[in-house]
């Protein structure tokens, strides 16, 4: 694949340290990508966790936890800290900047209370650096909340355990999630306000590719997001299945309300097929694909949601379902046929997405015609891989006479069980983390695709050539005042700098440059 060129690579010259790229070379690299840009720039993730403990002596929401999270996050990779505005009644809340890049911050619930923390990743180039650094985002939660359940142990003197489920719940039943964020080339047909008609029709079956399964009390279905657990008012998928926003510099889509996926495969392609999407939505050959409205994509996102599952594995699939492997697969099709002859250059990333998009179309295929079990994508795809293990766990015999189904309570723990970790700090020391079904067929390599390394180093180091590695390295060079997406304010006794970072692949101006000269820099 080719790449874009650096966000303030041609400003190494003026002493920027650790940027070492030259003009020249980054012209190089624009003039390569070419002017016909309709993949994203960028992505980027925010993560909701769900998380009870014990502190207060019952499973209770941890409200200090969150709205302490400064004194909780690992001291080696914190870099600021500022403090969000007040809303109603809440209580001041935290605003924290990592060194790796990340922003986690307390989450809350209409009744004003803080009752979630939130981690955003930092702004990525490729889709292999969005697995890696989502999987940092969860090894930053597995630390902080291994942290406070030891500290709360050591301050009250017994043990303290908690449960993190990175998909669902606290007191009020609201259902935590996640946002996928991809940065817009400007003046890209998807760079508009609405989502042309062929994308809606995509939202509305992507389920069948990041769902991570949900079980209700009378129902199986693919997304936990989708209908499930009677959706938070206000705030459910209906309605809020995408929105752009022009704020923070480079325009950017936000694709919300997403299961959280623990198979990195689905983490991959879930980001990988939506920005195969809007590469296409960005030329004509997006009319060959089917088209639905905002109004019936949600009705049709409902439809492709409730799964009919069997109890010998096989799937009793719906006239929407079958429509959605249809377009996948055509959607994959044209990407490896025809969308070549609409743009200067298919990036290497995208062309594998088409690729594994197809053989995966090819194999729902066959789950959906019944030759085939929910076994042939439990290797790849979350909600397959937890209704399997499901199967497994019911009783096929009787129960009191009465035929067990795939909604009674083992069904519903190993639903729970799926995305579970468990925490438990006695006499202030953190015992092993306990770690579910879908975990532990991570750790055991059980599920496709390629595997990111080096995930503990996104914790330390941004990623290159983006704004994220330019916030950065203003906070270690520099006296913060404030940070924003887009903006980095430095100081010293007598002078104050505003940073500017309008794009996550834009140069920085030089007469910030300037200005930080005039400052005088940490020791």
């Excluded at 803080?114 to 940092?136: H, Q, S």
């Excluded at 699939?317 to 025809?338: I, N, R, Y």
């Excluded at 789950?367 to 766990?393: H, M, N, P, Q, Y």
Aim: net charge negative; proline share 4%; with cysteine.
């Amino acid at each position: 694949m080719v790449s874009t060129y650096s966000a303030f690579a041609n400003h190494a010259h003026v002493g920027y340290h650790g940027l070492d790229m030259s003009v020249e070379i980054v012209n190089e690299e624009i003039k390569s990508v070419g002017s016909h840009r309709v993949f994203p720039l960028a992505y980027g993730n925010e993560e909701e966790t769900g998380l009870m403990d014990t502190v207060s002596g019952v499973w209770d929401e941890p409200y200090y936890f969150c709205e302490n999270l400064s004194r909780y996050i690992p001291k080696d990779i914190i870099r600021h800290v500022g403090y969000m505005p007040t809303l109603d009644q809440r209580p001041k809340r935290e605003n924290i900047w990592t060194e790796g890049g990340f922003r986690v911050y307390p989450g809350g619930v209409a009744t004003g209370e803080n009752t979630n923390f939130e981690r955003a990743t930092p702004e990525v180039k490729t889709l292999a650096d969005f697995v890696r650094y989502v999987r940092g985002s969860e090894l930053l939660s597995e630390k902080m909340i291994g942290a406070y359940v030891t500290d709360c142990s050591a301050r009250l003197e017994r043990p303290v355990l908690a449960r993190q489920h990175r998909r669902t719940i606290d007191s009020h039943q609201d259902r935590k999630a996640c946002h996928d964020n991809f940065a817009i080339p400007r003046g890209s047909r998807t760079s508009g306000t609405k989502l042309p008609s062929q994308a809606l029709a995509y939202l509305s079956y992507a389920p069948l590719i990041d769902g991570a399964g949900f079980v209700d009390i009378d129902s199986v279905f693919l997304s936990q997001k989708i209908g499930g657990l009677h959706e938070v008012e206000g705030y459910g998928y209906f309605g809020r299945m995408y929105r752009y926003s022009h704020h923070e510099g480079t325009p950017r889509l936000e694709v919300g309300c997403k299961d959280i996926n623990i198979s990195d495969y689905a983490v991959w392609m879930r980001a990988g097929v939506m920005a195969l999407v809007m590469g296409m939505a960005g030329t004509d050959l997006v009319t060959k694909l089917p088209s639905v409205s905002e109004f019936r994509a949600i009705q049709q996102a409902q439809a492709v949601n409730h799964l009919g599952l069997r109890l010998d594995g096989t799937i009793s699939a719906s006239m929407e379902q079958v429509a959605g492997v249809d377009f996948l697969h055509k959607l994959a099709e044209l990407s490896l046929t025809e969308l070549s002859w609409y743009v200067e250059q298919i990036p290497d990333e995208m062309a594998k997405v088409a690729t594994e998009l197809y053989s995966l179309a090819d194999d729902l295929k066959k789950v959906f015609a019944g030759t085939e079990t929910i076994s042939l994508v439990a290797d790849r795809l979350d909600w397959a891989a937890k209704f399997e293990r499901i199967l497994r766990g019911i009783d096929r015999g009787t129960n009191q006479g009465k035929q067990r189904s795939l909604t009674d309570v083992v069904s519903r723990y190993h639903d729970l069980d799926y995305d579970y970790k468990g925490y438990h700090a006695e006499d202030g020391e953190l015992k092993p983390i306990i770690k579910g079904y879908g975990y532990r067929l991570r750790d055991k390599g059980k599920f496709k695709g390629e595997k990111p390394v080096y995930i503990a180093e996104t914790l330390t180091n941004p990623p290159r050539g983006t704004r994220a590695a330019a916030r950065t390295e203003l906070m270690r060079g520099y006296r913060v005042n404030t940070i924003e997406w887009d903006e980095v304010q430095v100081t010293d006794l007598e002078h104050l700098v505003t940073v500017s970072l309008p794009n996550v692949l834009d140069q920085l101006e030089e007469e910030n440059y300037h200005e930080l000269q005039r400052l005088k820099p940490l020791s």
